[in-house]
């Protein structure tokens, strides 16, 4: 579940945000639901006082905890990915173990951030990206994204990571299927992470492969930037959701 929401400009705002964050984890909870929290630290505050966004999300992480539930911090763009990471390093420090991040397969230096993240066997979500980078930073080909995404899987599950594999790509599914065997891996090792209203035959295809599956839930009253920027990175994202709107059962 995603309160969708970033770059908040005031500590009302963020506050307004953590309310609403809060309430999603007292409902999983009392609805008894199998699902988390995944949140940006930019809408709890990060670029107005990294102090201020610590304790914001320090609190849902104890609330989390206190139901026994998990806490994922999403990545945003490259302006964030250092003080993403640090955050996620000192909450972990601080004993908080029921949180997670992301790292994004089209960006150059996330093999090196993966390698620091193996050692402190942090659960993550392993996505291509959502953001539009300089290519200097980003890797543009849509075959080197793959490349990097599949070589930063196995770094990941062979460091005894938890992976989230997040794709709707029908070539990573079918690699990291074939990963998976060859690692002779137990499910309870990774799953595989797809959007809400995507892709729903694959989605059940995986699932029906004996395979977990979580679907993504963003929403909220910012569904609209949100979309916008996800039809930028991947334009066929608009098919899907026509198709889910207009013929929701197939």
């Given at each position: 579940?995603?309160?969708?929401?970033?770059?908040?400009?005031?500590?009302?705002?963020?506050?307004?945000?953590?309310?609403?964050?809060?309430?999603?984890?007292?409902?999983?909870?009392?609805?008894?639901?199998?699902?988390?929290?995944?949140?940006?630290?930019?809408?709890?505050?990060?670029?107005?006082?990294?102090?201020?966004?610590?304790?914001?999300?320090?609190?849902?992480?104890?609330?989390?905890?206190?139901?026994?539930?998990?806490?994922?911090?999403?990545?945003?763009?490259?302006?964030?990915?250092?003080?993403?990471?640090?955050?996620?390093?000192?909450?972990?420090?601080?004993?908080?173990?029921?949180?997670?991040?992301?790292?994004?397969?089209?960006?150059?230096?996330?093999?090196?951030?993966?390698?620091?993240?193996?050692?402190?066997?942090?659960?993550?979500?392993?996505?291509?990206?959502?953001?539009?980078?300089?290519?200097?930073?980003?890797?543009?080909?849509?075959?080197?994204?793959?490349?990097?995404?599949?070589?930063?899987?196995?770094?990941?599950?062979?460091?005894?990571?938890?992976?989230?594999?997040?794709?709707?790509?029908?070539?990573?599914?079918?690699?990291?299927?074939?990963?998976?065997?060859?690692?002779?891996?137990?499910?309870?090792?990774?799953?595989?992470?797809?959007?809400?209203?995507?892709r729903m035959k694959l989605r059940d295809?995986?699932?029906?492969?004996?395979?977990?599956?979580?679907?993504?839930?963003?929403?909220?009253?910012?569904?609209?930037?949100?979309?916008?920027?996800?039809?930028?990175?991947?334009?066929?994202?608009?098919?899907?959701?026509?198709?889910?709107?207009?013929?929701?059962?197939?």
């Open positions: 579940m995603d309160v969708l929401g970033e770059n908040v400009s005031t500590r009302e705002e963020s506050l307004r945000a953590v309310r609403e964050c809060e309430e999603v984890l007292h409902s999983i909870n009392a609805h008894h639901l199998v699902a988390n929290l995944s949140i940006k630290l930019t809408q709890f505050g990060l670029k107005i006082d990294k102090e201020f966004c610590h304790s914001n999300v320090k609190r849902l992480l104890e609330i989390a905890s206190g139901y026994n539930n998990f806490v994922r911090i999403d990545m945003e763009d490259s302006s964030t990915t250092s003080e993403t990471l640090e955050l996620y390093e000192r909450l972990r420090s601080e004993g908080l173990e029921n949180v997670g991040v992301v790292i994004q397969a089209n960006m150059r230096r996330s093999e090196e951030d993966v390698q620091k993240l193996v050692s402190m066997k942090a659960n993550i979500r392993l996505c291509k990206g959502a953001y539009i980078e300089p290519e200097a930073i980003s890797l543009k080909g849509k075959e080197d994204i793959r490349l990097n995404y599949l070589k930063l899987l196995k770094i990941l599950l062979e460091g005894k990571c938890y992976v989230g594999i997040a794709t709707h790509d029908d070539f990573l599914i079918d690699e990291a299927y074939q990963t998976i065997q060859e690692m002779n891996l137990n499910k309870s090792a990774y799953e595989f992470q797809m959007l809400h209203g995507v295809q995986i699932v029906g492969d004996g395979h977990r599956l979580r679907v993504y839930v963003p929403f909220g009253r910012y569904w609209y930037a949100y979309s916008i920027r996800r039809f930028k990175e991947n334009p066929q994202m608009v098919r899907y959701v026509i198709h889910a709107l207009f013929f929701p059962g197939e």
